[in-house]
């Protein structure tokens, strides 16, 4: 009777333990990843960085790949002239009111792309007093895999981020932006 009992429960432990191993697991796996891009970040906010970013990114690959073997690890920087432009669009006039950047309405542009933009962002370390977005994503398969049972993807990705603002070294990196108009 026991085995019986214990042939029944035992899959479903089994699940349990899998998915609370796989749960710390991830945990552990993003505490690591914060610290490793927080650090990064304090680095690469010093005179002189952007020189050596993709030695602070490989920084955070090994630390990574200490604890996820084979894991994707995909680093961007973007910088805004202040804290509060982080991740806004373009100013726009929206004539027609419908929301949207159409074609023909004036906008604003900040990053001097040619183009109306979601994200006012510019790519890379920005410069003096420049806010910068780093943000890295990594992509793993899990150590367990017990997602398949729930009818999830055996590969996890964790997002994390960070914003600082550059030391005053210098001059912003900014450009003067430029009304256009939306194409």
């Keep these: 009777m026991a085995a019986v009992e214990f042939a029944l429960i035992a899959p479903v432990l089994l699940v349990l333990l899998m998915g609370l191993f796989d749960l710390a697991y991830t945990m552990y796996t993003s ?5 490793a891009i927080q650090k990064a970040a304090r680095d690469a906010t010093i005179e002189g960085a952007s020189a050596y970013s993709a030695e602070l990114d490989d920084r955070v690959r090994e630390i990574v790949d200490d604890i996820a073997p084979q894991a ?8 805004y002239t202040n804290f509060t432009d982080v991740r806004q669009p373009e100013d726009f006039t929206d004539v027609n009111h419908n929301g949207t950047c159409d074609v023909g309405e004036p906008y604003e542009d900040i990053n001097a792309n ?3 933009d979601a994200d006012r962002g510019s790519t890379g370390n920005g410069g003096a007093r420049d806010a910068v977005l780093y943000e890295v994503r990594v992509t793993y398969r899990r150590l367990f895999p017990v997602a398949g049972f729930i009818g999830q993807s055996n590969d996890f990705t964790l997002v994390t981020q960070t914003v600082l603002r550059n030391q005053p070294y210098g001059l912003q990196g900014g450009v003067a932006p430029v009304t256009k108009n939306c194409t």
């Design 72 to 79: 994707v690890v995909v680093p961007t920087r973007k910088w």
């Design 31 to 35: 505490a690591l990843l914060e610290g």
């Design 114 to 116: 040619d183009a109306w």
